[in-house]
Structures are given as structure tokens and as C-alpha cells.
């Protein structure tokens, strides 16, 4: 019996705390939305009305600071503080603009693909081709754009079975299952359904890419698209899954722990203690006056007369009678506990971007000391290697030749323009002791030269500048007279 839907064991064990992180990040809606999930009843053994009144009130009177998901954004800011590095074939140049076939460019793309790992320590991407119909795409469709290699991004969640097999002496991707939500038009045309429906990616015994699709219905899982073999730019099959896995520690199939994870543990106990703090205050912040030493005539005198407060109406009391305001202590254990857990989170925080806070695999580390990669560059460089293997993949679908390369910044401190240190490298340029393609990726770096200009084209523009007429009214012509005026 065929079980598409089979997902992996610690596929379900990290569930719970991928669904932690990715609420804490949506904010405060989202968390209380989620009710005694992350907030506890005071009283849960009571199941009366006037208990689930009083948790709404509880819940609705807690503050949720959502320093995890301002932190992720942080973070991403500080990658994309400095342009990426992007070289592709000239049959690629639309990915700069739309990389996805729904006007996702390569640069927002990997953003969102920065925040996933951030959260969840886990993506994907797929590199596929999307034809117009099957087996007959023109060279008109693919400069239309009608039909043209892409990248889909595929969240953790999405990705519920994997296997690898071993083939000479490398492990190779043999099925990848990933579970996707299409929108399905209502008859009307004007609403629409979700549909689940699983696209299975294998390996076959042969050793070509396979893809087919089931459709989850109402009481079976049936195949929509029977399996077919995609084929590369030479019309030849697949003889790898163009499927890029990508992690927090290394971009391999294994589950990867998620960076923001303890963060978000502490950003739900920050929640709980303003739940407590919050309370109190409202059960006994406001002043409570009292009296002393009345007799009940007295006291149903007062009640008669009624009871009013400040400085116009004075409690006239009888003899012995004493009264004053009561106010309560401040409950400094839930809110000294709140302060200790936002410290708590800045250090988490600053922890993904210290240096020496991760350790990079001997691949990974090239020249770079290990002792130097912190949590965020190493995200980051795992990033920059998987877009330029999907990059190499896209050519091949479309048979382009020519250097692919994605590299995100890993320099995350402010960047300036240091005038001594440029010009030292400027006239190292000058003297022959740097290239001055380094020199203008300095310049691309700081923001002072397009960072999407190649080196060509900023040597064509000088070349073009310093050719070009460059006079003034002082000047004299080659015949020896003044320029004249158009």
C-alpha cells in the first residue's frame, strides 16, 4: 500500500519546537491567539464560565515583547547591510528580478530563506523548469518567460520525507516528498479551496529524476500527475534530484537545531511573568481606602449618606473612628524575574552574532579560523553555497555556460569609508600592488560603486569618461581657435 504522506520520526520530533519559534515570531496575535498553549490557566481544574471570563481577561492584560522576531529581522538587516555578490550566465540575468516565475527576486528570495534558517534551522529549494506544456517549449518561450528554469523555496514544515542512497563513492538524494497547498478556483470563479497535494521527487533504480503529484482528498490520496522525467538544456534526464537542502550547521539532510529556539523559550516565560505582573497590578494597584472603630449605626449612616472621596468631602467619623488608604507593595518578584529574562534575551541575541559562537565542518572553513564564525555568518555562508549550486543547476536546465556565483556579506559590523585606508589602496592600484577589481569590490562594499556592476562594465564607463570631450571656455581647438558655442 502506498503511504505518501509517511513523514520521518524527527521530522515529528521537531515540530513542536518549529511551531514555538514561528509563532513567537508572528507576535503578540499570534501567541495569544494560541491561548493556554503558551499561557496556563490560573485554574484549570475550573470549567466554569466565570473562570474562562476571568483567563480572557488575564490573557488579554498581558504584554507579549516580541524580541525574537525583532531580532530575526535585526539580523537579516545586518546581512543585507552590504549587497550580495551575483554571477550568472547572461541566459540567467532574469533571476535578479524574478527567480521564482512570481516576481520573487533572487535577493528577496534569500532574505526570507535567511529568516527561515534563523527560526527553524532548516529549508529548501527546488530547481525546476516550468514548461508551458509538457514536451513542447520553444526558444520564443523561454525569452517570453513563459517557460523558464526557477527556484521554489519549500519551508521545513514542507518537507515531510527524505531518503539518500549511496552511489559510487557519493550519497545522493534518492526521494525527497513535499507537501505543498495549492488554491483550487470554486465554481463561481470568484472564491477559492485549499488543496493539499504531495510532489514526490525520486531517484529511480536506474538512476534518473523522477517527479510525479498526489492529491489529498476526502477519504484517499490519489496520483494527479503520473511520474515523468524532466530533462536538462541537452534534452538528457536528470541524473541528480535538483533538491538543495539547507541547515543552520551544514546544508545536509539532517534536522539542524534552530538558532532562535532558546530565545523564544525565554521571550514565552517573559510573556507569562507580565501575565502575573499585569494581574496584580489590576487586582491591587488601585488604592484602597478603609475606616476603623464604627458602630453599625454609624456605618449604615455613612452607607446612607454615601461615601465620597477628596479634599471637598471630608468623613466626618465618630470618637475612636480612624480611616486611611491602603495601598499594596509593588510585586517586584514577577517584574524583577521579567527584567532578568529581557537580559536573558539580548545575550541569546548577541550570541548568534559573536564570533567563536559556532564551528564551521573542515569543507566549510576553507582559510577562515573556525574559532572566528559566529551563528548568523554560518547561516549565511550554508545561504550563499546552496543559491550558487541551484544557480549551476538553472544553467544546466537551460544549457548556459559561463561562472555562477551568490555570495552573501558575512561582515556584519557597520561599514565605513575609512579616507586613509582608501587611499593607501588607491595608490597601491596606481603602483601595480592591487588588482583594481579588488579595489572596486572595496567600493561596492561600502555602497559607493553599484554593487550589480561587474567589473567590465565599470572599466567600460571609465574608458568611455576618460575618452569622451572634456573642454572648457579656456581651452583652445586643434586649429587653434576658441570652441564654439552650439
Same mark, same amino acid.
Given at each position: 500500500?502506498?503511504?505518501?504522506?509517511?513523514?520521518?520520526?524527527?521530522?515529528?520530533?521537531?515540530?513542536?519546537?518549529?511551531?514555538?519559534?514561528?509563532?513567537?515570531?508572528?507576535?503578540?496575535?499570534?501567541?495569544?491567539?494560541?491561548?493556554?498553549?503558551?499561557?496556563?490557566?490560573?485554574?484549570?481544574?475550573?470549567?466554569?464560565?466565570?473562570?474562562?471570563?476571568?483567563?480572557?481577561?488575564?490573557?488579554?492584560?498581558?504584554?507579549?515583547?516580541?524580541?525574537?522576531?525583532?531580532?530575526?529581522?535585526?539580523?537579516?538587516?545586518?546581512?543585507?547591510?552590504?549587497?550580495?555578490?551575483?554571477?550568472?550566465?547572461?541566459?540567467?540575468?532574469?533571476?535578479?528580478?524574478?527567480?521564482?516565475?512570481?516576481?520573487?527576486?533572487?535577493?528577496?528570495?534569500?532574505?526570507?530563506?535567511? !529568516?527561515?534558517?534563523?527560526?527553524?534551522?532548516?529549508?529548501?529549494?527546488?530547481?525546476?523548469?516550468?514548461?508551458?506544456?509538457?514536451?513542447?517549449?520553444?526558444?520564443?518561450?523561454?525569452?517570453?518567460?513563459?517557460?523558464?528554469?526557477?527556484?521554489?523555496?519549500?519551508?521545513?514544515?514542507?518537507?515531510?520525507?527524505?531518503?539518500?542512497?549511496?552511489?559510487?563513492?557519493?550519497?545522493?538524494?534518492?526521494?525527497?516528498?513535499?507537501?505543498?497547498?495549492?488554491?483550487? %478556483?470554486? %465554481? %463561481?470563479?470568484?472564491?477559492?479551496?485549499?488543496?493539499?497535494?504531495?510532489?514526490?521527487?525520486?531517484?529511480?533504480?536506474?538512476?534518473?529524476?523522477?517527479?510525479?503529484?498526489?492529491?489529498?482528498?476526502?477519504?484517499?490520496?490519489?496520483?494527479?500527475?503520473?511520474?515523468?522525467?524532466?530533462?536538462?538544456?541537452? !534534452?538528457?534526464?536528470?541524473?541528480?534530484?535538483?533538491?538543495?537542502?539547507?541547515?543552520?550547521?551544514?546544508?545536509?539532510?539532517?534536522?539542524?537545531?534552530?538558532?532562535?529556539?532558546?530565545?523564544?523559550?525565554?521571550?514565552?516565560?517573559?510573556?507569562?511573568?507580565?501575565?502575573?505582573?499585569?494581574?496584580?497590578?489590576?487586582?491591587?494597584?488601585?488604592?484602597?481606602?478603609?475606616?476603623?472603630?464604627?458602630?453599625?449605626?454609624?456605618?449604615?449612616?455613612?452607607?446612607?449618606?454615601?461615601?465620597?472621596?477628596?479634599?471637598?468631602?471630608?468623613?466626618?467619623?465618630?470618637?475612636?473612628?480612624?480611616?486611611?488608604?491602603?495601598?499594596?507593595?509593588?510585586?517586584?518578584?514577577?517584574?524583577?524575574?521579567?527584567?532578568?529574562?529581557?537580559?536573558?534575551?539580548?545575550?541569546?541575541?548577541?550570541?548568534?552574532?559573536?564570533? !567563536?559562537?559556532?564551528?564551521?565542518?573542515?569543507?566549510?572553513?576553507?582559510? %577562515?579560523?573556525?574559532?572566528?564564525?559566529?551563528?548568523?555568518?554560518?547561516?549565511?555562508?550554508?545561504?550563499?553555497?546552496?543559491?550558487?549550486?541551484?544557480?549551476?543547476?538553472?544553467?544546466?536546465?537551460?544549457?548556459?555556460?559561463?561562472?555562477?556565483?551568490?555570495?552573501?556579506?558575512?561582515?556584519?559590523?557597520?561599514?565605513?569609508?575609512?579616507?586613509?585606508?582608501?587611499?593607501?589602496?588607491?595608490?597601491?592600484?596606481?603602483?601595480?600592488?592591487?588588482?583594481?577589481?579588488?579595489?572596486?569590490?572595496?567600493?561596492?562594499?561600502? !555602497?559607493?560603486?553599484?554593487?550589480?556592476?561587474?567589473?567590465?562594465?565599470?572599466?567600460?564607463?571609465?574608458?568611455?569618461?576618460?575618452?569622451?570631450?572634456?573642454?572648457?571656455?579656456?581651452?583652445?581647438?586643434?586649429?587653434?581657435?576658441?570652441?564654439?558655442?552650439?
Amino acid at each position: 500500500m502506498t503511504d505518501v504522506t509517511f513523514t520521518r520520526p524527527e521530522y515529528k520530533a521537531a515540530q513542536y519546537r518549529w511551531r514555538l519559534v514561528r509563532d513567537v515570531c508572528k507576535g503578540s496575535e499570534t501567541i495569544k491567539e494560541a491561548g493556554d498553549r503558551y499561557l496556563p490557566r490560573p485554574n484549570a481544574a475550573d470549567t466554569s464560565r466565570d473562570n474562562r471570563d476571568r483567563y480572557e481577561a488575564y490573557k488579554k492584560r498581558a504584554v507579549f515583547y516580541n524580541a525574537t522576531g525583532r531580532t530575526k529581522h535585526s539580523l537579516v538587516g545586518a546581512v543585507f547591510r552590504t549587497w550580495p555578490t551575483l554571477t550568472v550566465p547572461g541566459a540567467l540575468d532574469y533571476v535578479s528580478k524574478d527567480v521564482d516565475g512570481q516576481g520573487v527576486s533572487v535577493y528577496q528570495q534569500s532574505q526570507s530563506v535567511i !529568516g527561515h534558517l534563523l527560526e527553524v534551522g532548516r529549508h529548501g529549494l527546488l530547481v525546476d523548469y516550468a514548461a508551458v506544456e509538457a514536451g513542447t517549449v520553444s526558444k520564443a518561450d523561454e525569452l517570453s518567460g513563459r517557460a523558464r528554469a526557477n527556484i521554489a523555496s519549500y519551508t521545513a514544515e514542507s518537507i515531510i520525507n527524505w531518503k539518500t542512497r549511496q552511489v559510487g563513492g557519493q550519497h545522493l538524494l534518492s526521494l525527497v516528498v513535499l507537501r505543498e497547498t495549492v488554491d483550487v %478556483d470554486t %465554481d %463561481d470563479g470568484f472564491g477559492s479551496e485549499q488543496v493539499v497535494q504531495y510532489r514526490v521527487l525520486r531517484l529511480d533504480v536506474s538512476g534518473q529524476y523522477t517527479q510525479e503529484v498526489w492529491e489529498e482528498g476526502s477519504s484517499a490520496t490519489t496520483q494527479k500527475v503520473a511520474p515523468f522525467t524532466p530533462l536538462n538544456g541537452t !534534452g538528457r534526464p536528470w541524473q541528480v534530484i535538483p533538491f538543495q537542502f539547507l541547515g543552520s550547521e551544514n546544508n545536509d539532510t539532517s534536522i539542524d537545531d534552530a538558532p532562535l529556539y532558546d530565545m523564544a523559550e525565554v521571550n514565552i516565560g517573559h510573556y507569562r511573568n507580565s501575565a502575573d505582573y499585569e494581574e496584580a497590578a489590576y487586582l491591587v494597584g488601585q488604592p484602597q481606602p478603609w475606616m476603623a472603630g464604627l458602630d453599625e449605626q454609624w456605618r449604615d449612616h455613612m452607607e446612607e449618606s454615601g461615601i465620597f472621596l477628596g479634599s471637598r468631602a471630608p468623613w466626618m467619623l465618630p470618637i475612636n473612628g480612624t480611616c486611611g488608604v491602603w495601598q499594596a507593595q509593588p510585586n517586584t518578584v514577577a517584574k524583577e524575574a521579567m527584567e532578568s529574562k529581557k537580559q536573558d534575551m539580548v545575550s541569546l541575541g548577541a550570541r548568534l552574532i559573536e564570533r !567563536g559562537s559556532a564551528v564551521k565542518t573542515a569543507t566549510q572553513a576553507d582559510n %577562515d579560523s573556525a574559532a572566528e564564525h559566529s551563528v548568523l555568518s554560518l547561516v549565511v555562508s550554508n545561504v550563499s553555497e546552496a543559491y550558487s549550486q541551484c544557480l549551476e543547476w538553472m544553467a544546466e536546465f537551460v544549457n548556459a555556460s559561463g561562472e555562477v556565483v551568490y555570495k552573501l556579506n558575512q561582515d556584519f559590523s557597520q561599514i565605513t569609508l575609512d579616507a586613509t585606508i582608501l587611499a593607501a589602496l588607491f595608490n597601491a592600484v596606481q603602483g601595480g600592488k592591487l588588482p583594481e577589481g579588488d579595489f572596486w569590490q572595496y567600493l561596492r562594499d561600502r !555602497g559607493v560603486i553599484n554593487p550589480e556592476k561587474t567589473d567590465d562594465e565599470i572599466r567600460g564607463e571609465l574608458e568611455a569618461q576618460s575618452t569622451g570631450p572634456d573642454l572648457d571656455d579656456d581651452e583652445v581647438t586643434p586649429n587653434g581657435g576658441k570652441p564654439s558655442n552650439p
